[in-house]
């Protein structure tokens, strides 16, 4: 049950009902009021958006947890169609798929794609309360997902019904996307995509995801990167043996260590052979944008604990390597077994990602990565695909759907939104857009200091409001755009 734990200030943005304003898009830059078209503003009621990720917080579910998403899954989809729209459960050997769809006053159609699924909440001795329990303080909510994936979703399907309750239709026609495997990189997703192309036709692409600017304002994002998790694996002799042994037999983590110092170095430079090779720079608008654009550099230091960020970087050079370049990360290392007791392991692992670029491709990057291995002398060192993974997803910097989402933020945030290609993060939008040819655009919702994968996770509710206002905002500027026939 949401816990109130403070009161909320007297701000416009949180009244009962937030008025948002019927405004339609053209061209770049030029919009046009709807008033023939609208019965009535468009109301999302704080309450009714609390009181939903209330319930959805209260259910945990995490990667491999099947029956806690499964459970999560059935909550998602109750939610869609109290809000009006058909929906269908599509299982998969994870977790559900949860597609809901509704047709609006045009043929045009958004596609919202969305995740349920969430980071694991660690220890609860380090939450300030439990991570399952949604909490209010001084007009802040805290709850695991409040500010990725559940509370965007939740701000997303309330001003859907926002937009039905007022006008008794939708402008123009929704598709909600909603999966339960994101941050396991989406390995059923993409099956789901190519067996439901009827239920998911759509025009256009629009997810939640991302950083906000040195103003406070989200970023919008023109694409994103893609995917390939791996394991690697060396193993030694069939038992562990005294640390003694190390003079006359293998050692398999020393074996993984030199491994990782081959793919990597400590200028973090990633090694292997042609990982570069096909990757383009910055097209010219691009670097004109990133030439221009800076993130809230202050708070990320302040929030993260950090004294700088890798070479010390700063300004349009932090912005260019967060977009531009790929990244090979090491989330974990074991041995087996595991202990403190001195011993020669008889194997050891690394988890790796690597975040990647357009023009790379994973499967691409795993051949290369074990031609490289096996030029360096270490062919005992074995490379393993894990599941999911997935290509980028780009779309040209100035196409008119980016513009219109860009532009709209003027009439949410009171500027346009700052264009960038990418972000430092990965979305499975490539199914989307080369499934359907569509559009992508991501826009951010959580901030620097959110901690989506941190304990007490938390987001100001104004920002989940404007999140929705700004999807009624781009309903409505879509229901101005031609849909070419046939």
Request: charged share 15%; net charge negative; proline share 8%.
């Amino acid at each position: 049950m949401f816990r109130k734990t403070g009161s909320l200030p007297g701000s416009p943005v949180f009244v009962q009902h937030v008025a948002v304003t019927a405004l339609c898009y053209n061209e770049p830059g030029v919009f046009y009021a709807l008033e023939s078209l609208v019965t009535e503003p468009a109301f999302i009621s704080t309450d009714r958006l609390v009181c939903d990720l209330d319930e959805l917080i209260a259910l945990p579910g995490s990667a491999g947890q099947d029956e806690a998403l499964e459970a999560v899954a059935g909550r998602v989809a109750e939610m869609m169609r109290s809000c009006g729209l058909s929906v269908s459960t599509v299982t998969t050997p994870g977790a559900p798929v949860v597609i809901g769809r509704r047709a609006g006053r045009v043929p045009f159609t958004l596609l919202l794609y969305h995740h349920y699924d969430v980071a694991p909440a660690g220890p609860w001795r380090v939450w300030h309360h439990e991570p399952f329990q949604m909490a209010e303080r001084d007009g802040t909510l805290y709850g695991r997902g409040v500010s990725e994936g559940k509370g965007p979703l939740a701000a997303h399907l309330n001003a859907i019904a926002a937009l039905i309750e007022a006008e008794g239709e939708l402008p123009c026609g929704v598709v909600v996307v909603a999966e339960g495997e994101c941050l396991a990189g989406s390995p059923n997703l993409g099956p789901v995509v190519a067996d439901s192309r009827a239920l998911l036709q759509a025009n256009a692409c629009l997810a939640t995801a991302g950083e906000r600017d040195s103003r406070g304002l989200p970023f919008c994002y023109s694409g994103s990167k893609g995917l390939l998790q791996l394991r690697l694996r060396v193993t030694g002799a069939d038992l562990p043996l005294p640390a003694g042994m190390a003079a006359s037999v293998p050692n398999p983590l020393w074996r993984l260590i030199w491994a990782l110092g081959q793919i990597k170095s400590d200028q973090e430079e990633i090694l292997i052979g042609g990982f570069y090779d096909t990757i383009d720079g910055p097209s010219r608008l691009e670097s004109r944008a990133l030439r221009s654009t800076e993130v809230d550099e202050a708070a990320r230091i302040a929030a993260w604990g950090i004294g700088q960020f890798l070479f010390d970087m700063s300004g349009a050079a932090l912005v260019q390597s967060e977009v531009s370049l790929p990244t090979c990360n090491v989330t974990s290392v074991t041995t087996e077994p595991g202990g403190d007791t001195p011993a020669i392991p008889t194997a050891a692992t690394a988890r790796l990602d690597f975040q990647l670029v357009p023009r790379q491709h994973p499967q691409q990057i795993l051949d290369l990565l074990e031609q490289h291995l096996a030029a360096k002398g270490l062919a005992d060192v074995i490379a393993e695909r894990l599941p999911g993974g997935y290509p980028a997803a780009s779309t040209a910097f100035d196409h008119p759907f980016v513009m219109l989402v860009s532009d709209v933020g003027q009439h949410v945030y009171g500027a346009p939104l700052t264009l960038l290609p990418r972000g430092p993060f990965s979305q499975p939008l490539f199914f989307f857009a080369e499934s359907f040819g569509m559009p992508v655009a991501a826009v951010g919702c959580a901030r620097p200091d959110s901690g989506a994968h941190a304990p007490n996770e938390h987001i100001p509710l104004p920002d989940l409001v404007r999140h929705g206002q700004m999807l009624i905002e781009v309903i409505y500027a879509c229901a101005r755009q031609p849909v070419a026939s046939g």
